[in-house]
């Protein structure tokens, strides 16, 4: 079954939390997520969940808890503090662009097993223009993201679905970091 996610991540990638409670405490608290699932750091969506995520165009029927059937529906999962910065990806990402000059990197998921096998730390030099800036620094369409801390909700198609302007205000102000989202 395909697993589509929604993914919300803090903009600076080496950022991690403070603690492990702290998020799962604060997504609680505005009713993003509900009760905790079996996996551990799973949750169902909670009462304001429609209110803090927004839904396109004519809206599907949206299934927020399990059923009798095997359909998918959206529910939260929280990775907190990985041990380093982690790239997230999925079947549709789509082939980045230098952030200089545009040209695609079509060898980029060499060049991501290569930098990741590196400690994730070394810069990317565009073969076309030579500008060297950090892989997230790259047009990634938001279909790809990097962190050590993610938000996922699952069973949300790309454009289907985006965060509401004040649950990214709300990560902001208790954090202090931005945060932004990239479908997965
Ligand atoms: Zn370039």
Redesign the pocket.
């Known amino acids: 079954m395909n697993n589509a996610l929604l993914v919300l991540c803090p903009d600076e990638p080496h950022w991690t939390l403070p603690d492990d409670e702290s998020l799962k405490k604060l997504l609680q608290s505005i009713q993003l997520i509900g009760d905790p699932l079996k996996s551990e750091m799973q949750f169902l969506a909670g009462e304001k969940f429609l209110d803090l995520i927004a839904f396109m165009g004519c809206s599907p029927e949206i299934k927020l808890e399990p059923g009798d059937d095997d359909r998918p529906y959206c529910h939260v999962r929280l990775i907190l503090g990985t041990a380093s910065i982690e790239f997230h990806s999925g079947s549709q990402t789509h082939t980045p662009r230098?952030p200089?000059?545009r040209?695609p990197v079509n060898d980029w998921k060499r060049k991501i097993s290569a930098w990741l096998e590196n400690g994730a730390e070394a810069l990317w030099s565009?073969e076309?223009?030579q500008?060297k800036a950090e892989p997230w620094q790259y047009n990634w369409r938001k279909s790809a993201g990097f962190g050590r801390c993610f938000i996922e909700i699952n069973n949300i198609f790309p454009k289907e679905a985006k965060p509401q302007q004040q649950l990214l205000d709300t990560l902001n102000s208790h954090y202090g970091v931005g945060w932004h989202y990239f479908y997965q």
């Open positions: 230098c200089h000059c040209s565009c076309a223009c500008h």
